[in-house]
T-cell receptor, first 112, second 113 residues
Framework: QKEVEQDPGPLSVPEGAIVSLNCTYS??????FMWYRQYSRKGPELLMY????GNKEDGRFTAQVDKSSKYISLFIRDSQPSDSATYLC????????????FGTGTRLQVTL | ETGVTQTPRHLVMGMTNKKSLKCEQH?????MYWYKQSAKKPLELMFV???????ENNSVPSRFSPECPNSSHLFLHLHTLQPEDSALYLC????????????FGQGTRLTVV
């Protein structure tokens, strides 16, 4: 079993739709959860960062963490064509020895 | 210039060549990383440097050799690579080697022929 599972997509939605992107994980030591957005031919860009369980909202983006289910989500409201990218989830534990573990990424296409 | 800068953006090299990838961060961070990104695979951590000292080497073949002369610069020296080493090589930095909030460069697209 992979440490982090993420559906690779592609996921195609019409402009204005609500998008739900998800990752599941198996390591209960993970405490930090991140979502990165990666446009084609670019490096990943940090989008959302959360610690432990709960929700975090930033504009059209909401990140949710459910540690009891080992499940994290990223919601995008009123999706735009500019949101078309690959979304990577990443997570890590605490302490200096920890490292980020990434999902494979979900490719999202928002169509006009 | 701000953020994390990588050069070159693209590199094509033969299997007998020697080349180097360069990374520079302008964020005042103490930790820097090399990652490999291949199609349909998760990002693979290769090396971690914290305060210029290598703290992690994820069983990377010796044909990849990192160098961190100071906390702002990171190099990846390449020699006798294989075609399967073709990938996007990403540099990242963070405040500390705890890996929280890593910031990435644009990457170097490497093709080994």
């Amino acid at each position: 079993q992979k440490e982090v599972e993420q559906d690779p997509g592609p996921l195609s939605v019409p402009e204005g739709a609500i998008v739900s992107l998800n990752c599941t994980y198996s390591n209960s030591a993970f405490q930090y959860f991140m979502w990165y957005r990666q446009y084609s031919r670019k490096g990943p860009e940090l989008l959302m960062y959360t610690y432990s369980s709960g929700n975090k909202e930033d504009g059209r983006f909401t990140a949710q963490v459910d540690k009891s289910s080992k499940y994290i989500s990223l919601f995008i409201r009123d999706s735009q064509p500019s949101d078309s990218a690959t979304y990577l989830c990443a997570m890590g534990g605490s302490g200096t020895a920890s490292k980020l573990t990434f999902g494979t990424g979900t490719r999202l296409q928002v169509t006009l | 210039e701000t953020g994390v800068t990588q050069t070159p953006r693209h590199l094509v090299m033969g299997m007998t060549n020697k080349k180097s990838l360069k990374c520079e961060q302008h964020l005042g961070h103490n930790a820097m990383y090399w990652y490999k990104q291949s199609a349909k695979k998760p990002l693979e951590l290769m090396f971690v440097y914290s305060l210029e000292e290598r703290v992690e080497n994820n069983s990377v073949p010796s044909r990849f050799s990192p160098e961190c002369p100071n906390s702002s610069h990171l190099f990846l020296h390449l020699h006798t690579l294989q075609p399967e080493d073709s990938a996007l090589y990403l540099c990242a930095s963070s405040q500390a080697s705890g890996h929280t909030e890593a910031f990435f460069g644009q990457g170097t697209r490497l093709t080994v022929v």
